[in-house]
């Protein structure tokens, strides 16, 4: 008898926990918010250095006089940077290759007749009110390509920190007037989610062109515009 009463405690006891409503085993932290906003911070600044990729691409019946004769070219590029002022870390290599020429004959098949060299390098260029100068001097110097030019900030986590300050107090000010339209009072922050991150847009004015007689490349690096979105969630005071 006393087994069978005992079994029938812990049954008893089963089903009462069982019968415990799911809200009631939620976290405090899970309860539903009351006001959710989005906020928006953006802030311009204008790039400080900018990349710019560029390059020699030779062609010869072989492949030791295309290597030497892009080695050579490439040399006078490199050099030509660094009596600019171009530090040698701010010079990468990003693509060397030496490869067949074929050409198609009248009959389809393909016919080897040389070898091309590509050295291309990325280079950091610091001195913003001479990008231009840089490009033409790289071109003077044998370069056969220049391009992928794009503008930079050293210090764009910080620029960001601030379109996040102001992204909270847009949405702060948007929940406020909600609060207030709806005669309640606002109470604290309950999360933050931001959405995406910032893409930094180039500005319109912004142009490259190629040297014709002694006119510089005309440069123009503008502004860019850092933005952040981020959804908020507030409580109602009560």
């Known amino acids: 008898m006393v087994r069978i009463i005992f079994a029938g405690a812990i049954s008893a006891l089963i089903a009462a926990a069982l ?3 799911v809200e009631a085993q939620q976290p ?6 009351d006001i959710i906003v989005t906020g928006e911070g953006t802030i311009s600044a204008a790039p400080d250095y900018a990349e710019i990729t560029g390059g020699v691409t030779t062609k010869a019946k072989t492949a030791k006089e295309a290597s030497d004769a892009n080695a050579k070219l490439m040399a006078a590029v490199i050099a030509a940077l660094r009596d600019v002022g171009i530090a040698q870390k701010d010079i990468a290599t990003t693509q060397f290759s030496v490869q067949p020429v074929y050409t198609t004959q009248s009959n389809t098949e393909s016919k080897l007749t040389g070898f091309s060299a590509s050295n291309q390098v ?11 100068d840089i490009a033409d001097r ?15 900030h050293s210090d764009a986590s ?6 996040r300050e102001a992204a909270v107090a847009d949405a702060r000010r ?27 847009f180039s500005s319109p004015e912004r142009g490259m062109m190629f040297r014709t007689k002694a006119v510089e490349t005309p440069i123009a690096s503008g502004e860019d515009t850092l933005s952040v979105a981020i959804t908020v969630g507030f409580d109602i005071a009560r």
């Open 19 to 21: 019968a415990v409503p």
């Open 28 to 33: 405090q932290s899970d309860r539903q918010t």
């Open 122 to 132: 990325a280079v950091n260029i610091r001195q913003m009110d001479k990008v231009g």
């Open 138 to 152: 790289m071109v003077a110097a044998g370069a056969t390509n220049i391009g992928n030019l794009v503008f930079q």
């Open 158 to 163: 910080q620029l960001l920190d601030q379109a």
């Open 174 to 200: 948007k929940a406020e007037l909600y609060a207030r339209a709806s005669g309640v009072t606002l109470g604290r922050v309950l999360w933050i989610s931001e959405n995406s991150a910032y893409t930094p």
